[in-house]
């Protein structure tokens, strides 16, 4: 056999036949390709070692000796071929693997990042002022250019961008005050790939077709939804102004003569003094909190109004602002609204100490008396004539408080934690 092997050797080296070749391959392709598949454990790459081998071969044809062994010399030259070949499997393997663990590690921290802001991200988004959550959504949610941000809000393409960047930084507060520490251009990556995943194929079309008829096949519950959230946004557009006149007129105390219009910090202004009738009788009822009441806050945002009122209390007198400003709400509506309590809240309640607390209750504003201290809320009002009046949408805690200046204060904190995420803010009283 070996000296046939070498004679169709020296035939292809001499007289280039392929047929002589072909031959050699035949006789011996299982054994080059065994040897190489043992050792790479891999078909493909076995197939690939086997043509290697038989290529060198085909280039030392005329330079073997007449006394080797072809069969020995092709298992020793797969046997060499196939380590050389396992050596760059186990470089490429390695540098794939680093690339692997770099690219899961970066989505590793891609998804904690997301996991802490996805619960907080449509509170921060609602916080947002109309336009500055408008552009956040074209940019981010639908992909949009800046250029096409800019077109839908009716601004140039820098006035676009520098209102995105406004944006974020307010996300990037927002998220800081509530333990997600992360820069803006982070934030605006995760919400790039996170916050909109592909609704149902057959959801599109089942949506259409019911939004279409106006609502006339969709179901019962779907109904129950539709009403409760048109009540909602009702609602929400009434209270919009009647929450910030009635609780600037909580804000003032009862003896004042002048009431400052000062909830979220809207600019100062003066209305009549001949208010002190209509400030007696704002509230129509009140009606401390029911066991049930605080279970229920219990269940929706695992503290109670009075726990709430302590904590925030405490804070202001330890003149822990970071702990306070975790019950700041800044008001989208508001143009002058800012990203936390003012200094002048600072300096006149920091230090302070509580003298007594009350119980926490739930009232209703009479809005005849709304009506004489906040005459603009008449438009808002208008159709609800009838109605004597209308559920204040926050909780009152009772308080009596001495100033670091010995002045004492008595009057009631608001609270509220009417918003999606149920999350407790201070809503005027001092």
Partial sequence: MATDDMELLREYAARHSEQAFET???????LVYSAALRQVENPQLAEEITQAVFIILA??????????????WLYRAACYTAGSARKQEQRRQHREQKAYMESTLQAAEADAAWKQMSPLLEEAMMRLGHADRDALVLRFFEGRSLNEVGQA??????AAKKRVTRALEKLRKFFSKRGVDSTAATIAETI??????????????????????????ASASTLTLIKGALKIMAWTKMKTTIVVGAAVILATGTTTSLIVIHHYKAKAALISANADQAMASLFSSKTELSDADNANFQQQTSTTPAEVAKNF????????????????QTDPRNKNSVADFPDSFKRRYGGLQIVSVGKPFKARFNIAALLVLQPNLRSQLRGMESQKDIPAPSVFVPYEMRLKDGTIRTWQLSIRCDNPAHRWYYDGGM
């Fill in 24 to 30: 050699l391959v035949s006789r011996h392709a299982g």
């Fill in 59 to 72: 280039r030392k044809a005329a330079q073997l000796s007449p006394h080797t062994v072809l069969s020995g």
């Fill in 192 to 217: 790039s790939a996170n916050s909109v995943q592909a609704a149902p194929v057959a959801l599109a079309k089942s949506v259409t077709a019911v939004a279409l008829a106006k609502g006339v096949a």
């Fill in 313 to 328: 209390f405490d804070a202001c007198s330890r003149e822990d602002w970071t702990e306070v400003g975790k019950y700041w």
């Fill in 153 to 158: 809000l009716g601004a140039s393409e820098d």
